[in-house]
C-alpha cells in the first residue's frame, strides 16, 4: 500500500512539474501543430485531422458489415412448378453465429484482464422451415414469407488470463447456443389470400 502512494505522489510530481516547466520552456510544439492543422483546414476546404482510434473506426467497420450481410430479407423470385421444393438452403455462415454470441472477450485491460476463446467449434441445426401462404406486403407486393429458424450451438474453451498483479490463466469449457432466423419473402405469381 505504501509502495501505490509513493508512486502516486511521484506522478502527481512528475505532472505538476511538466506544468509548470513546459509553457516557459519556449517549446511551441502544441501552438504550431493546432495552427498547421487549422491553416491546412481552411486551404483545402474541410475540417482540421480528428485523430480516430482504432475502437471507433472497427466498431464503425463492424455496424456496416452486419448492415450489408445480416440485416436485410431478400425478396427471392417465385418457384416455378407446383409441387417445387421449397426449403432453406442458407445455414448461418460461421461469421454470423460469431458475432451473434454475446461479446464477453471486449472490453479487456492487455496484461490485467484478457479472455479470449479457443478451439471454437458450431454445431448447427435447423428448427423451423415453412411456407406462409401468399399474402400482401407493403414495399414488396404479393409474397410468401419463409421461415428459417436455426439453433447454432457453440462449443469452445474460454480463456481468461491476467499477468498483474497476481499472475494466472483459467480455462473453461463452453458451451453457448444463439438463435438465428433466416426468414425471407418469396414473390407470388398466383391469387393473393387476404
Known amino acids: 500500500m505504501n509502495l ?3 508512486r502516486v505522489k511521484q506522478l502527481c510530481l ?7 516547466t513546459l509553457p516557459n520552456s519556449g517549446c511551441n510544439l502544441l501552438a504550431w501543430t493546432s495552427q498547421l492543422a487549422w491553416t491546412g483546414a481552411a ?3 474541410t475540417t482540421p485531422l480528428i485523430p480516430v482510434t ?5 466498431q464503425i467497420e463492424d455496424t456496416y458489415w452486419e448492415e450489408e450481410r ?6 427471392l423470385d417465385p418457384v416455378e412448378g ?3 421444393p421449397l426449403f432453406c438452403l442458407d445455414p448461418p455462415s460461421p461469421d454470423e453465429v460469431m458475432r451473434a454470441l454475446p461479446d464477453n472477450t471486449a472490453g479487456g485491460v492487455p496484461f490485467l484482464a484478457e479472455t ?4 471454437v467449434r458450431i454445431v448447427v441445426e435447423p428448427i423451423v422451415d415453412r411456407v406462409d401462404e401468399c399474402r400482401f406486403f407493403p414495399q414488396v407486393g404479393p409474397a410468401r414469407l419463409h421461415h428459417c429458424h436455426y439453433k447454432c450451438t457453440v462449443y469452445f474453451e474460454e480463456t481468461k488470463r491476467s499477468s498483474w498483479p497476481v499472475p494466472f490463466t483459467h480455462k473453461d469449457q463452453v458451451q453457448e447456443v444463439v438463435y438465428i432466423d433466416h426468414d425471407h419473402l418469396i414473390r407470388c405469381t398466383g ?3 387476404e
Open 70 to 75: 445480416y440485416k436485410k430479407v431478400p425478396i
Open 4 to 6: 501505490l502512494k509513493n
Open 14 to 20: 512528475l505532472a505538476g512539474l511538466a506544468m509548470v
Open 54 to 58: 482504432p475502437y471507433f473506426s472497427q
Open 191 to 193: 391469387p393473393i389470400i
Open 82 to 84: 407446383e409441387n417445387a
Open 116 to 119: 479470449s476463446r479457443n478451439n
Open 43 to 45: 486551404f483545402w476546404g
